[in-house]
């Protein structure tokens, strides 16, 4: 059973950087898909940046490519996201979420795709 535990959120100023963390704490298998979610305030659900376990390949939303990195420790059963040169606009609570099933590019940003999520991580951005 996939359990998933957010952490690393918090406040900063524009320009500023932050890292999130997202632990699987019931899974041992290293492949599947694993990533991030954000939703602001009086927006829908997008999808950030998600990584396949096993090879290591990765999409990005294109409003954070450039400035989000995202990457894993299959050692800790952890994947990180590094979000740099963050914006107001990032204001979000992240999610992380993961899924067994491939994802392609026409794919990976739908939640619908994606059965197991964390309880989210708080990001605020100020100007």
């Known amino acids: 059973q996939v359990q998933l535990v957010e952490s690393g959120g918090g406040s900063v100023q524009a320009g500023g950087s932050l890292r999130l963390s997202c632990v699987d704490s019931?899974?041992?298998?290293?492949?599947?898909?694993m990533g991030w979610f954000r939703q602001g305030p009086g927006k829908e659900r997008e999808g950030v940046a998600v990584i396949y376990t096993g090879l290591g390949s990765t999409y990005y939303a294109d409003s954070v490519k450039g400035r989000y990195t995202i990457s894993k420790d299959n050692a800790k059963n952890t994947v990180y996201l590094q979000m740099n040169s963050l914006k107001p606009e990032d204001t979000a609570m992240y999610y992380c979420a993961a899924d067994f099933g491939p994802k392609y590019g026409s794919t990976w940003y739908l939640g619908s795709e994606y059965n197991y999520w964390g309880q989210g991580t708080q990001v605020t951005v100020s100007s």
């Open positions: 019931g899974y041992r298998y290293s492949n599947y898909y």
